[in-house]
């Protein structure tokens, strides 16, 4: 099973916008850009909205049905560990092995040197086509790398024959996710990550590794995007350098997981895969969601109703939604708008507040943040809320469609730098 050389993930928490998704990448298809549709869902968006890995698939069975999309696409069980993994293993084809947890725990010391030694031939000053300056590798910063990954590495790898046990090796894709840290991994680091990968025999398709500063949940990319750029860069030339040199599958690519929206590096993300010729994965999950409250609150009056609702009781319950994601949202509580100023909005106000367009004033971000992760409110809703997603598919539809396309795979695939 072959990974096609762009994807994209598009995590829809409530199952419902599968068709408007498909919707964005078939547009793409008729401007002559072939994009794989990859419908994402980790075990705690599951746990938290009540559904099942089988209901991701027959969402995507379902929207490539109505729409005759005779292309591939994947079910990707989203940052999953071996906790979890077994839940998703019938209905995946594509498993995001999430790690992170494991980086930093130092890892055996005969193992670490038996990788040291093993390695031992890019000791010297290191030269990578697409890197400007050569990379001086010492036995010291080998050994440091290997004492800090290799324990994750080798966690990716029992959780790959896992799966590859029940499913058998060959029959879905395999993604290793680096990217909820505290650190950014170095191109450095990542070589010898994929050195390790390949020695431990996991035929990585894509790598989510952390990249340089903030990515915050549904808002834009905060920190320096020269250095985002340089880092993308030369994360490129290593991948390719690494497939060659490790033997690892051919279409390995890069992940980004997005947390939602990150518009200022997709220039140059765009830029990047020009010049190296590389294939992508984007992972979103949330940005749809937002939508589908966008939708509703142009649906007034009753789908207005409910979008204020879920903000009133997001504010309500703000430390507990919060909690969770503390690392990734960055909220200015003083910000955030008055429960009765909220009530007086008409649904442009709604949309406008909330709709990720920063050219506009009345947008949000601490609002856009607040509301991305207050998800479970809709979920406590239950069907209030989905019977209100059908009522206004059409105007929800819409919008899920038009951010996909116009806000993420135009940029990021079809704009020429
Ligand atoms: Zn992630």
Same mark, same amino acid.
């Given at each position: 099973m072959i990974l096609e050389k762009y994807s994209f993930g598009i995590g829809d928490r409530f199952c419902h916008q599968g068709k408007a998704q498909l919707a964005a990448i078939m547009k793409a298809k008729e401007q002559g850009? @072939?994009? $794989?549709?990859?419908? @994402? +869902?980790? @075990?705690?968006?599951h746990t938290i909205i009540g559904t099942k890995p089988a209901d991701t698939r027959k969402e995507a069975l379902d929207a490539v049905k109505a729409l005759h999309w005779d292309g591939p696409y994947y079910v990707d069980a989203d940052h999953i560990g071996m906790g979890n993994v077994d839940r998703f293993i019938e209905s995946s084809d594509f498993f995001t092995l999430d790690v992170a947890d494991f980086i930093g725990r130092p890892a055996d010391k005969a193992d670490v040197d038996y990788f040291v030694k093993k390695h031992s031939k890019f000791i010297g000053p290191l030269a990578i086509d697409g890197i400007e300056s050569t990379i001086e590798i010492t036995e010291e910063r080998i050994s440091v790398i290997a004492d800090k990954f290799l324990l994750a590495v080798r966690q990716a790898g029992e959780i790959y024959r896992h799966i590859a046990e029940a =499913? *058998?090796? *060959?029959?879905f894709i395999t993604e290793v996710s680096m990217d909820e840290t505290d650190q950014p991994q170095t191109p450095v680091e990542m070589l010898f990550i994929l050195a390790a990968i390949a020695d431990e025999g996991i035929p990585a398709q894509t790598i989510a590794p =952390? /990249? $340089? *500063?903030r990515f915050n949940k549904g808002v834009d990319y905060v920190g320096n995007v020269s250095a985002f750029a340089k880092e993308f860069e030369e994360d490129l030339a290593v991948v390719a350098f690494a497939t060659k040199e490790f033997g690892l599958p051919g279409d390995l690519k890069l992940s980004i997981h997005s947390g939602s929206d +990150? /518009?200022?590096i997709y220039h140059p993300i765009a830029k990047a895969l020009k010049k190296f010729d590389a294939g992508l994965h984007v992972k979103t999950a949330g940005t749809t969601w937002l939508e589908e409250l966008i939708g509703l609150a142009m649906a007034a009056p009753d789908g207005l109703t409910i979008a204020k609702e879920v903000y009133a009781k997001a504010l309500d319950r703000f430390g507990e939604l919060c909690g969770p994601y503390a690392t990734v949202i960055d909220i200015d509580t003083a910000e955030l708008p008055t429960i009765d100023q909220v009530q007086a909005w008409d649904g442009m106000s709604f949309a406008s507040a909330l709709r990720h367009d920063q050219s506009c004033e009345q947008y949000n971000p601490h609002l856009r943040q607040l509301l991305h992760v207050g998800y479970k409110i809709a979920a406590q809703m239950g069907t209030r809320f989905t019977n209100a997603l059908k009522k206004h598919e059409d105007i929800i539809a819409q919008n899920v469609a038009e951010n996909i396309y116009q806000r993420h795979i135009k940029p990021v695939f079809m704009e020429g730098p």
């Open positions: 850009l @072939n994009i $794989t549709p990859v419908w @994402n +869902k980790s @075990n705690r968006e =499913k *058998g090796a *060959g029959s =952390k /990249f $340089t *500063g +990150k /518009f200022s």
